[in-house]
DNA sequence: TAAAAGGATGTTAACGTTAACGTAATTTTC
DNA sequence: GAAAATTACGTTAACGTTAACATCCTTTTA
């Protein structure tokens, strides 16, 4: 009575675990029980299905296994911007933590636009991802789909671009409290009119770095200039258009510093600054934010905050997996502590 | 005779084709037709399906489809450092291209460590992707995982650091051929003791931008010095150490002129330069590889190579789907052309 | 107008795994 | 030394979907 080896027979057929019970002649159930290690297995059994499973090439197959258990293993991240290279960071952050916890990633690029959020969000949904880890995109207006994925009980943590009171966790930066700082630190340099690249509204690290720079100039008694106050995005172009329509400005009426809503934005700025002839920081000043890989590059270094990238990863990939492994975790909104990186661009003597 | 609504009843199970048929009165497979568009289906009842399903808040399990259809329509995508700012660049191209063709992207970061590669493999293959795309870790020694794979019929396209000779596609750039350009470019420039900062031996990258560094030496009748030629990394730290070593040479042994892998081995060897005094590229030249975003704002702009990673993810994408697609696709070796980038490290006038 | 073709459904089984329960043999307990 | 507990399995059904085939009804064709 020969034994016929399936392995690589005829088809492209996989070897699966009922292969190997059937090498050697027990229950799928037994082998299944070894793979897993669970209990109530004689050793030297276990023995035996771990070297035919071996020798056979046997793969187990986690699509049958997430059917059967209703977890997939997988975490869905979603991510506005992969060029920006404050989300390599994150992802990095992200990944160290999932490693070795046996999820794996599904990553979806929103290219900062809503739809194509939103058939992330359904994908990954179909996929059964037993959590989601997103951060918005700046074109994003209506939180329905966030609003239904946590009716649905979906675990889902906001980092970097959150979005408050529906009940997800929020892993952040202190935004208010940095742009708040940064533009106080404009303000001990002497500077008076203080521009603000701002961030798109539909985001809250765009709104809360906006409401941070305006309590700066609030409780330092000087008047909020509207016009000084203009829409950028968060990409190099937004900050070199909006800062091109501030040098338009009437000589006099010109910001003496800008505060900017991140750093590609204010690289942006700097390259319309110097295109008009202007120094940094001379003529004008220039902060960021996010601590960009080109910021200590830059003709003059840029001042700026770090955000801790990593740490934001780290601790929203934490928080994800604590949601999923237990329903009644507390929903927070975590606050990564940033620190000013003073270079040159503010008018300091830094690196 | 009331019907009860299963949507969001009790525990939280998630609505199935089975309950939308149940609904209906209607069978599974005909809910099914309808959700895969295919024929045979009235027109009412098409609209029927398909307003409950909508109703009910239905969303297909992809799970169970994949584990029927035997197609995960998922690829995974192992990256060997996203940190460096060629690979998120290399990602957004592979995005692009699968996105709307239904395939999803399984992430999975090697951090350059052999180990943590081959056990991404292995996820991806218990995860059932239907395809690979692969940069391999600079410490990869042993091709044996990557044969297994081709042996299983697993499409594998290598982009960037490739292994050739397996039966995988290739999609790299022309590296023998633009590190003797940029090799010779320094010749041309007069300079005569020129140093190499060379990648792992391990990687295709590493070993053809030696071949294509000493290749242009030859052909220009210089001899090659092996004392200048120093293994650094991929990264900045092994850039840095590498030109340390080379700084510490006698004065009349010191080179002129460096060629370095990639460019974050440049900057860490620019930043050794300049940090013994010397400068870029009056005392020392420095030529890079890959155009990092921060390349136009080193101290002196650093000339590089375009490696056009968007390009380079897309055409990796593409070709991969086409394996998928068809078993007998012819197995290539593609080659992105690309182009110097001439700035002033290298001693031109660049920008 | 009978036969053939086609359209709109339903039925059954399968994908590969595990949960839940069942069973026989062995060991422990008092 | 009989009851209870434990060990080492096996059996059945289910997870949610689709492929393949079957069925019934309608329309077309010669």
Redesign the pocket.
């Known amino acids: 009575m020969k034994k016929e080896h399936k392995k690589y027979s005829g088809r492209p057929?996989?070897v699966?675990?009922?292969d190997v019970a059937k090498e050697l002649g027990?229950?799928?159930?037994?082998v299944?029980r070894v793979?897993?290690k669970k209990?109530?297995?004689?050793d030297d059994?276990r023995e035996k299905v771990m070297q035919t499973a071996m020798r056979l090439g046997y793969i187990?197959?986690r699509i049958?296994?997430s059917?059967?258990?209703?977890k997939s293993y997988t975490i869905g991240v979603i991510v506005p911007e992969i060029t920006h290279s404050f989300f390599p960071d994150v992802i990095r952050g992200i990944e160290e933590v999932v490693y070795n916890t046996g999820y794996n990633l599904l990553f979806i690029h929103s290219a900062e636009d809503e739809s194509r959020e939103k058939k992330a969000i359904q994908t990954l949904e179909e996929n059964q991802v037993d959590g989601i880890l997103l951060s918005m995109a700046q074109t994003v207006k209506k939180y329905s789909f966030y609003r239904k994925l946590i009716e649905n009980r979906k675990p889902l943590v906001f980092f970097d671009r959150c979005a408050k009171r529906l009940g997800a966790s929020c892993v952040g930066i202190n935004d208010v409290e940095m742009a708040r700082h940064m533009t106080e630190h404009m303000i001990h340099h002497g500077y008076k009119r203080i521009a603000h690249l701002q961030g798109s509204k539909n985001v809250s690290i765009g709104r809360d770095r906006l409401l941070g720079f305006r309590k700066a100039l609030e409780e330092n008694n000087l008047t909020v200039n509207e016009d000084l106050i203009i829409e950028s995005d968060f990409h190099e172009k937004g900050g070199y258009s909006a800062m091109i329509s501030l040098l338009e400005l009437p000589k006099k009426m010109l910001p003496r510093a800008v505060v900017a809503v991140n750093d590609p934005a204010a690289f942006g700025a700097m390259q319309a600054i110097l295109e008009k002839g202007y120094r940094i920081p001379e003529d004008i000043a220039v902060v960021g934010f996010s601590d960009d890989v080109r910021a200590p590059f830059t003709p003059t270094p840029l001042t700026t905050v770090n955000q801790r990238p990593y740490d934001v990863g780290c601790k929203a990939a934490q928080k994800l997996l604590r949601h999923i492994d237990n329903p009644n975790e507390r929903v927070e909104y975590l606050m990564i502590k940033t620190e000013p990186i003073i270079r040159r661009s503010c008018g300091c003597n830094g690196t």
Chains 1, 2 share one sequence.
Do not use: D, F
């Not at 059917?67 to 209703?70: D, E, I, N, P, S």
């Open positions: 057929g996989r699966t675990a009922t027990i229950s799928v159930m037994t299944s793979l897993n209990p109530n297995v004689a059994t187990p197959n049958a296994r059917l059967v258990t209703r």
